[in-house]
Nanobody, 126 residues
Framework: QVQLVESGGGTVQPGDSLILSCAASGRTFGFYYMAWFRQGSGKAREFVAGIVLSTAYTYYDDSVKGRFTISRDPIQNTVNLQMTSLNTDDTAVYSC???????????????????WGQGTQVTVSA
């Protein structure tokens, strides 16, 4: 059984930084990719950032490129999302996801990911 648990959400002001963490447990050795998605109120879930676990190659949505950094800690079995220069558009529930199948293209669609955490709220408000 696989379990993904996010932590680190909260309420911050515009321009602030925040670090989210996703702890993976269970049968995680077969994971190829992990990613962060977010869903704002009344909006569709959208891809934020992804990482290829075997190589630590990272990829991002254009809206967060240069501001967010995804990284992995193989010892702690966590994937982190460091977020800087936050703005109100970043307000959302952030969820981590994992995929255990190799893909021809870097996965960005939520339908491609089989395992999900419960999400953590990030609110950016003045």
């Amino acid at each position: 059984q696989v379990q993904l648990v996010e932590s680190g959400g909260g309420t911050v002001q515009p321009g602030d930084s925040l670090i989210l963490s996703c702890a993976a447990s269970g049968r995680t050795f077969g994971f190829y990719y992990m990613a962060w998605f977010r869903q704002g109120s009344g909006k569709a879930r959208e891809f934020v950032a992804g990482i290829v676990l075997s190589t630590a190659y990272t990829y991002y949505d254009d809206s967060v490129k240069g501001r967010f950094t995804i990284s992995r800690d193989p010892i702690q079995n966590t994937v982190n999302l460091q977020m800087t220069s936050l703005n109100t558009d970043d307000t959302a529930v952030y969820s981590c996801a994992a995929l255990s199948q190799w893909q021809q293209k870097l996965p960005r669609n939520s339908n491609e990911f089989a395992y999900w955490g419960q999400g953590t709220q990030v609110t950016v408000s003045a």
